[in-house]
């Protein structure tokens, strides 16, 4: 909450509160589709000790009754987590074993991102000799920013054994501001491929095919574990590094479905929204995982032609006008030298009429998906061949963490 005081002045000054974050690490257990009424069990994978002298993670929240909750935290469990503090001492949890960790105990190699929260440093902690992204928190973040905060790391923290997902290694408290530790990735898919691009080459279908399977795996794992919707998927939210792993991130705006619904219109970024999310009148009647399936045929149509498939807008009612109006973009076969099973996948994601474009259920037994769960790709030279030319005005930071 933002307090604001006039000075003798009169100029506005805004009171933040500090900032102070414990998360339950409880992931829950599967859910199934079928049954949007199942309550799951809370099973942790992590010691209390992780966190701190606490012995025992805070009770979540019943489900149900918040439309796009954080973890299903009403207002009062989200001011007990803000009530309770990390140590200035932590621990890591690396490829299983557990280390203690203070700040003292990273080197920094410098910033490679930076956002309205804070900073993303590169660090490497010497006793793992393992880099990491460290996102260094800012006390003074304000109310909204807490709660995405919140979101981002409550999905991260219970998403761990998911290969497609960024991990996340501890966090700890210094001088007031929150650092959080996870995986470090070297590029965003939106860099990447406008430095492709750059250089007049295209994206092969063989990376576009493992960028769909790590993005719909990830997605569908959102939704049958954990029960949540991305809402912000795009380019620059998918990451890669130079072993050739993609993987999701930025769950900052996430949503809780409730009975697969999610209600909120304004969370994510706007030109890749479905049309059943930009109608108001659509969108009042909610949307679920198809509006994500949307998004990921927009960023798959954007990888592989190398361009936004819509034109530059110029308001919201030129928004409104093209995606809910007017016929959505499709890959034609004489236009472009994708296999058919390519051009088919993005063309059914980009199904205008929500009630028709296919789940993720449908998306994994198709046959491009299919294709690249066995196929052996080597994206790790692709990515190694561009990565280390990049120029210095094409930087490999990571903003999205």
């Not at 995986?183 to 092969?204: A, C, G, Q, W």
């Amino acid at each position: 909450m933002i307090m604001a005081s006039r000075s003798p002045g009169g100029q506005t000054a805004a009171k933040r509160k500090g900032l102070k974050l414990s998360f339950d690490l409880s992931p829950q257990s599967p859910e199934p589709e079928e049954d949007p009424f199942h309550r799951p069990t809370s099973t942790s994978p992590y010691p209390p000790h992780l966190w701190g002298q606490r012995s025992s993670p805070p009770t979540p929240s019943p489900r149900g009754g918040v439309q796009d909750g954080k973890r299903n935290m009403d207002r009062n469990s989200l001011e007990r987590i803000r009530s309770e503090s990390l140590d200035k001492s932590g621990k890591l949890k690396i490829k299983d074993k557990i280390y203690d960790f203070t700040a003292d105990d990273l080197v920094d190699l410098g910033e490679i991102g930076r956002g309205a929260f804070g900073s993303v440093n590169k660090m490497c902690h010497e006793q793992s000799q393992t880099t990491m992204a460290v996102k260094r928190i800012r006390s003074t973040v304000d109310e909204r920013e807490q709660k995405q905060l919140l979101m981002d790391l409550d999905v991260v923290m219970r998403s761990n054994d998911c290969t497609y997902i960024v991990q996340f290694f501890g966090a700890l408290f210094k001088e007031g501001d929150c650092w959080i530790c996870m995986e470090l990735m070297d590029t965003s898919f939106d860099k990447f491929y406008k430095y492709i691009y750059s250089l007049n080459r295209y994206m092969p279908e063989d990376i576009l095919g493992m960028v769909t399977v790590a993005t719909v795996k990830s997605l569908n794992y959102l939704k049958t574990r954990l029960n949540i919707i991305h809402r912000d998927v795009k380019p620059s939210n998918i990451l890669l590094d130079r072993k050739g792993n993609i993987k999701m991130c930025d769950f900052g705006i996430s949503g809780q479905l409730v009975d697969s619904i999610a209600k909120t219109r304004d969370a994510g970024c706007r030109p890749y929204m479905a049309p059943e999310r930009i109608d108001p009148m659509s969108s009042r009647q909610g949307y679920d995982i198809r509006s994500d399936v949307w998004s990921l045929g927009i960023t798959l149509m954007e990888l592989a032609t190398g361009k936004f498939p819509y034109p530059k807008w110029n308001s919201v009612f030129d928004q409104l006008s093209q995606v809910v109006k007017g016929d959505p973009p499709q890959l034609n076969p004489k236009e472009h030298t994708f296999s058919p099973d390519f051009i088919n996948f993005v063309n059914i994601c980009l199904t205008k009429d929500a009630s028709q474009r296919p789940k993720y259920k449908e998306l994994l037994k198709h046959m491009f998906i299919q294709r690249y769960e066995t196929q052996d790709v080597d994206v790790a030279s692709f990515v190694l061949e561009h990565l280390d030319q990049m120029p210095p005005h094409l930087p490999t930071d990571l903003s999205s963490y």
